[in-house]
């Protein structure tokens, strides 16, 4: 079990590596610096929007969820 501090940061540090990989993609096909990392910013701000509606479409999805027993004790 992993606590929400642990799940953060390593969604966080996997966010860092991605930008990363896309700057460095768009560097090596550009040659341009600042328009790579321009490219990368954007990236992961769009992804990051996108995510959330993602999120938030699947959390209407009945497709995978189980049912509260009616009763709890």
Known sequence: MESHVRTIVKALSWRCVATVVTIAVAWFITGKWTFATQIGVADTL????????????????SFGTLKKPEYEI
């Open 46 to 61: 769009i992804k990051l929007g996108v995510y959330y509606l993602h999120e938030r479409t699947w959390i209407r999805v």
